[in-house]
C-alpha cells in the first residue's frame, strides 16, 4: 500500500514502574489498572481531536492534526494520574510523518519515542520542532530543558518541559534553568575523568557527553557489564549530572559517602568521587574517578 504523507503532532504516553506493579498486584489485577488509565488517556486524546495510532504493551501512540490539540491532550492525560496510583511520561513532537495500513512511520515518530524516553515520571517532553509549531499563546507553557542529540542525528537541538502543574512547578526545586542562563555559567565548572588510559576534561559545552561501550560515544569504556550506550553527563542548574539509561546500572561513590545504585534514574555530581558501569566497584574491572573543577568565567 502508498504510503501519504502529512504533517501531524505524534505523541508517546507510556505508563512508569508496571514491572514492578506486575510483581506487586499479579498480572490480572496490573494489567486492569494499566488498561484502566489507557482507556481514560484513549478518551482524552479523542476529546482533543486526536487518533490513537495503537497501544503497546503499557504504552500509547496518537497523532493529532495540530500541536496545539497535542498538548492539549498530554496535559489531560497527566491530570488523570493526579488521583491514582499509576504515573505516566509523555513524548511530543510535530512534523512529516508518513501513514500506511493505519499505523504512522519518520522522523517525527522517532523523535517523539525518544524525547518520551527522556521524561520521567508526571514530565510532558517536547521537541523543538513541536514548541515551534504551537501557537504563541501556548509557548510559556513549556520551559527550555536541554540539548540533546535526537536519534539518529548529528547535532544537538533543545528539548522542552511543559507545566502541566503550575503551582508545583512554581515551588519545585528541581525546575530546570533556561538554556540561555545554563550557558551564561558554562565556565564554571569543568569535570575530569580520570582512569586506566582515560583522562579527560568535560566542559558543559560538550553536554550531553555519553559514555559506554559503542564507539559513537565520546567516551568509549571497554567494560563487560556495560551497556553499549550506558549514561551521559549533563550540564544542568549549574551542576553536572549523571543520567544512567543502562541495563545494569551505574555505581556512584561521593566521597565519603556510601555507594549509590542508579538505573534510569540521575544523581548530580559534586565534589569528587568513582563511579563504575555496570558492578559495583568493588567487582569492576573499570572504575573511574572523577572530579568537579570550579574555573572563572
Same mark, same amino acid.
Given at each position: 500500500?502508498?504510503?501519504?504523507?502529512?504533517?501531524?503532532?505524534?505523541?508517546?504516553?507510556?505508563?512508569?514502574?508496571?514491572?514492578?506493579?506486575?510483581?506487586?498486584?499479579?498480572?490480572?489485577?496490573?494489567?486492569?489498572?494499566?488498561?484502566?488509565?489507557?482507556?481514560?488517556?484513549?478518551?482524552?486524546?479523542?476529546?482533543?481531536?486526536?487518533?490513537?495510532?495503537?497501544?503497546?504493551?503499557?504504552?500509547?501512540?496518537?497523532?493529532?492534526?495540530?500541536?496545539?490539540?497535542?498538548?492539549?491532550?498530554?496535559?489531560?492525560?497527566?491530570?488523570?494520574?493526579?488521583?491514582?496510583?499509576?504515573?505516566?511520561?509523555?513524548?511530543?513532537?510535530?512534523?512529516?510523518?508518513?501513514?500506511?495500513?493505519?499505523?504512522?512511520?519518520?522522523?517525527?515518530?522517532?523523535?517523539?519515542?525518544?524525547?518520551?524516553?527522556?521524561?520521567?515520571?508526571?514530565?510532558?517532553?517536547?521537541?523543538?520542532?513541536?514548541?515551534?509549531?504551537?501557537?504563541?499563546?501556548?509557548?510559556?507553557?513549556?520551559?527550555?530543558?536541554?540539548?540533546?542529540?535526537?536519534?539518529?542525528?548529528?547535532?544537538?537541538?533543545?528539548?522542552?518541559?511543559?507545566?502541566?502543574?503550575?503551582?508545583?512547578?512554581?515551588? +519545585?526545586? !528541581?525546575? =530546570?534553568?533556561?538554556?540561555?542562563?545554563?550557558?551564561?555559567?558554562?565556565? /564554571?565548572?569543568? $569535570?575530569? *575523568?580520570? &582512569?586506566?588510559?582515560?583522562?579527560?576534561?568535560?566542559?558543559?559545552?560538550?553536554?550531553?557527553?555519553?559514555?559506554?561501550?559503542?564507539?559513537?560515544?565520546?567516551?568509549?569504556?571497554?567494560?563487560?557489564?556495560?551497556?553499549?550506550?550506558?549514561?551521559?553527563?549533563?550540564?544542568?542548574?549549574?551542576?553536572?549530572?549523571?543520567?544512567?539509561?543502562?541495563? +545494569?546500572? !551505574?555505581? =556512584?561513590?561521593?566521597?565519603?559517602?556510601?555507594?549509590?545504585?542508579?538505573? /534510569?534514574?540521575? $544523581?548530580? *555530581?559534586? &565534589?569528587?568521587?568513582?563511579?563504575?558501569?555496570?558492578?559495583?566497584?568493588?567487582?569492576?574491572?573499570?572504575?573511574?574517578?572523577?572530579?568537579?573543577?570550579?574555573?572563572?568565567?
Amino acid at each position: 500500500m502508498a504510503n501519504n504523507s502529512r504533517q501531524c503532532a505524534v505523541m508517546f504516553a507510556d505508563v512508569c514502574g508496571s514491572s514492578s506493579l506486575y510483581k506487586d498486584l499479579g498480572n490480572h489485577a496490573a494489567e486492569f489498572k494499566i488498561r484502566q488509565l489507557l482507556q481514560g488517556a484513549t478518551v482524552a486524546i479523542h476529546t482533543h481531536h486526536g487518533r490513537l495510532i495503537k497501544t503497546i504493551g503499557d504504552e500509547a501512540m496518537a497523532c493529532f492534526n495540530t500541536a496545539s490539540d497535542g498538548l492539549n491532550a498530554a496535559i489531560a492525560i497527566q491530570r488523570l494520574t493526579l488521583e491514582g496510583s499509576l504515573q505516566l511520561r509523555i513524548g511530543l513532537s510535530f512534523g512529516e510523518v508518513l501513514e500506511a495500513d493505519s499505523d504512522l512511520f519518520g522522523e517525527t515518530v522517532n523523535d517523539a519515542a525518544f524525547v518520551a524516553n527522556i521524561a520521567r515520571a508526571e514530565e510532558i517532553i517536547v521537541t523543538s520542532g513541536m514548541f515551534a509549531a504551537l501557537p504563541e499563546r501556548q509557548q510559556p507553557q513549556c520551559r527550555e530543558f536541554d540539548r540533546v542529540a535526537l536519534k539518529g542525528g548529528a547535532e544537538r537541538s533543545v528539548i522542552y518541559r511543559a507545566q502541566w502543574q503550575a503551582e508545583r512547578e512554581l515551588h +519545585n526545586a !528541581t525546575q =530546570v534553568m533556561s538554556v540561555l542562563h545554563t550557558t551564561q555559567q558554562v565556565q /564554571r565548572q569543568v $569535570l575530569q *575523568l580520570v &582512569g586506566p588510559d582515560i583522562d579527560v576534561s568535560v566542559f558543559p559545552d560538550q553536554s550531553p557527553f555519553h559514555l559506554g561501550r559503542a564507539s559513537t560515544n565520546a567516551q568509549t569504556l571497554d567494560t563487560p557489564l556495560a551497556s553499549r550506550e550506558h549514561c551521559h553527563l549533563l550540564y544542568r542548574r549549574g551542576k553536572f549530572v549523571l543520567v544512567d539509561h543502562s541495563t +545494569n546500572g !551505574t555505581y =556512584v561513590t561521593p566521597e565519603g559517602q556510601r555507594e549509590i545504585y542508579l538505573r /534510569r534514574e540521575e $544523581l548530580p *555530581l559534586e &565534589g569528587c568521587g568513582t563511579i563504575s558501569l555496570g558492578s559495583p566497584a568493588h567487582q569492576s574491572s573499570l572504575t573511574l574517578t572523577y572530579r568537579i573543577i570550579q574555573s572563572h568565567p
